[in-house]
């Protein structure tokens, strides 16, 4: 019950925010968890978690976080199939969404 309260009042705190389907962390210079999957129309989050080293979230032609140290960023995928992304930065860094 208690549970059910915070999420509530969580809930109503974000209720112009985009649901967020999966959220990637990115730390020690990668993503994780590196492969995620979410529904058509699903939103993910990554949140910029590296002691403000800089990170730039990009897939060509799909969108792109722009430079960012400790943020987040969402992107909604309207659009089925597999996004591979990267960082721009440090190109090693990629990460892949299964949309649908
Ligand atoms: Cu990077």
């Given at each position: 019950?208690?549970a059910?309260?915070?999420?509530?009042?969580?809930?109503?705190?974000?209720?112009?925010?985009?649901?967020?389907?999966?959220?990637?962390?990115?730390?020690?210079?990668?993503?994780a968890?590196?492969?995620?999957?979410?529904?058509?129309?699903?939103?993910?989050?990554?949140?910029?978690?590296?002691?403000?080293?800089?990170?730039?979230?990009?897939?060509?032609?799909?969108?792109?976080?722009?430079?960012?140290?400790?943020?987040?960023?969402?992107?909604?995928f309207?659009t089925?199939?597999?996004v591979?992304?990267r960082?721009?930065?440090?190109?090693?860094?990629?990460?892949?969404?299964?949309v649908?």
């Amino acid at each position: 019950m208690l549970a059910a309260v915070g999420l509530l009042a969580f809930a109503g705190g974000c209720a112009s925010q985009a649901r967020v389907d999966a959220v990637v962390r990115i730390s020690e210079v990668s993503f994780a968890p590196h492969e995620i999957r979410i529904p058509v129309g699903g939103t993910v989050e990554w949140r910029f978690e590296d002691g403000g080293l800089p990170h730039e979230v990009h897939a060509d032609g799909v969108f792109d976080s722009g430079v960012l140290g400790e943020r987040t960023f969402r992107f909604t995928f309207d659009t089925p199939g597999d996004v591979e992304y990267r960082c721009s930065i440090h190109p090693y860094m990629s990460g892949i969404v299964h949309v649908g």
